[in-house]
């Protein structure tokens, strides 16, 4: 939570300060728990800050209801993971017995600050 603050995710108000934002919307938050690898390997616990952007509040309108789709640049990488897996299947196939590297970036956090037009 402290890092969606930080980096600009999130605006975190009384609710008292919420109602005096004219077409403000909110989203619903919760906390889920689950695993990750630390840099030595092992799976520890983590807690992951949630929302649900598309909830529907009493106005009837959502978070993404407000985002202007035809603006979006189109998805370039939609069967990126399928390409990964079928490279990953032919390289073992070509080298059986070396290892074989692979990284994953995550590059959602950039994509969290979608600016609105109301």
């Not at 520890?44 to 952007?53: A, E, S």
């Not at 189109?74 to 073992?92: S, T």
Request: proline share 4%; net charge positive; glycine share 4%.
């Amino acid at each position: 939570c402290k890092k969606d603050v930080r980096y600009g995710y999130a605006l975190l108000l009384p609710l008292s300060k919420m109602t005096t934002i004219s077409n403000a919307l909110m989203a619903p938050m919760n906390i889920m728990n689950q695993n990750t690898i630390n840099e030595h390997g092992q799976i520890i616990k983590k807690d992951r800050l949630t929302h649900d952007q598309s909830y529907k509040f009493s106005s009837g309108t959502s978070v993404n209801d407000r985002v202007e789709k035809e603006l979006l640049y189109p998805c370039m990488f939609g069967k990126c993971v399928k390409r990964i897996a079928n490279w990953n299947v032919a390289a073992r196939q070509k080298h059986p017995n070396s290892r074989i590297l692979c990284s994953k970036i995550n590059f959602k956090p950039a994509y969290r600050q979608v600016h609105l037009n109301h």
